[in-house]
């Protein structure tokens, strides 16, 4: 009866607690499996321990004045074989089924689809097939999707709630995971590795389209590369081009480099507060005593050179000067000192 009792109570928790988000994998599913696999064995381990402990308190509990020594008791054979052999197999079919379940999970099929994950202090990029680059992780409905990942400083980690999968990001070598979405809809990549002072900001959004519909997105982002974001050029004369071109260069290259992971920054819409407000840059420069320009490409550059008041040194990564290319850094300075930003 205690047994029955403890079961229902927990099965109970198990059950009417939301312990896990609504899967939207086929690694998910195969997850959910082995939590429910186990959960199941440890509320029948729970029942019974509860009961024997509880049934042992109440029947042997000491009678008024009863001073007297309990009998010698040297051990149960039987007993001690049976709770050695019952543990012993509940806990090899939890490593078995865990381990066929890893391996599925593994298994990334014949044709999956590669992407490239570029993780870094703090933001994510992704490259798709034909070197097209994105801040937004897009994924097609029903097919395998094999993640390659790289960091390009310290460790950082891969999570998306709903997909199950986890999987660390880490410098000098390459790691893998596959996900395979069985439902369409919007979701947030999480970095779930301390990585900083951005940590908590290191998101990225995630969204899961049915196959026409990723291979149009796919389609319009090669298609957007292949032009060399030129695409505003041609309407207006030689001058206006150049100008909305290195705006809009300016604008994209601060989305990819992932400034706005820690910068406040109106024109760009982010209110991130890891790194100074880039608001206000126009004082943080007068404050230097440098031309806006000049003061933000040194802080794009070389970020320890001037450290804006109530702010760390070593925190924003020293590497833009050699991942941004000559154009984007230009476009990117242009685009936070005000020039060209409307
Ligand atoms: Cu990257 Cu935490």
Redesign the pocket.
């Known amino acids: 009866m205690i047994a029955v009792v403890a079961a229902v109570i927990a099965s109970l928790v198990a059950v009417l607690i939301r312990w896990l988000p609504e899967s939207a994998s086929e690694e998910m599913d195969r997850i959910t499996f082995v939590y429910w696999f186990a959960t199941i064995i440890c509320i029948g381990i729970f029942a019974l321990v509860a009961a024997v402990i509880i049934e042992a308190v109440w029947a042997f509990r000491v009678q008024p004045d009863d001073d007297t020594d309990g009998p010698p008791i040297h051990g149960n054979t039987r007993l001690e074989i049976a709770w050695t052999i019952v543990p012993a197999i509940l806990v090899i079919a939890i490593g078995v089924v865990s381990a066929v379940v890893l391996s599925k999970n593994a298994d990334a099929g014949s044709n999956p689809l590669h992407v490239k994950v570029f ?1 870094q ?2 933001a994510w990029k992704f490259e798709y097939p034909g070197k097209v680059m994105s801040d937004e992780l897009v994924m097609p409905l029903h097919r395998n999707v094999k993640f390659e990942m790289q960091s390009a400083d310290v460790i ?1 980690s891969l999570w998306i709630p709903q997909m199950g999968q986890k999987q660390d990001v880490v410098p000098g070598i390459t790691t893998e995971i596959v996900i395979t979405p069985t439902r369409t809809g919007t979701f947030t990549l999480i ?1 779930t ?3 900083g002072l951005g ?1 908590a900001t ?1 998101r990225a959004p995630v969204r899961v389209l049915d196959q026409p519909a990723f291979q149009a997105w796919l389609a319009k982002q090669r298609s957007a590369g292949g032009a060399g974001g030129a695409t505003s050029g041609a309407a207006g004369g030689q001058t206006g081009g150049a100008t909305s071109d290195t705006s809009a260069l300016g604008k994209t290259t601060f989305a990819s480099a992932g400034c706005g992971g820690c910068h406040t920054f109106t024109p760009a819409g982010t209110d991130a507060q890891v790194g100074p407000d880039l608001d206000n840059l126009a004082a943080d420069a007068k404050a230097a005593g440098e031309p806006v320009a000049d003061y933000v490409r040194q802080s794009i550059v070389d970020p320890n050179a001037v450290i804006a008041k109530g702010y760390q040194p070593n925190v924003m990564p020293p590497t833009f000067g050699d991942t941004l290319k000559p154009d984007e850094l230009d476009a990117l300075v242009a685009y936070l000192s005000g020039k060209g930003a409307s």
């Open positions: 993780a202090q703090f950082h970095c590795e301390l990585c940590h290191m």
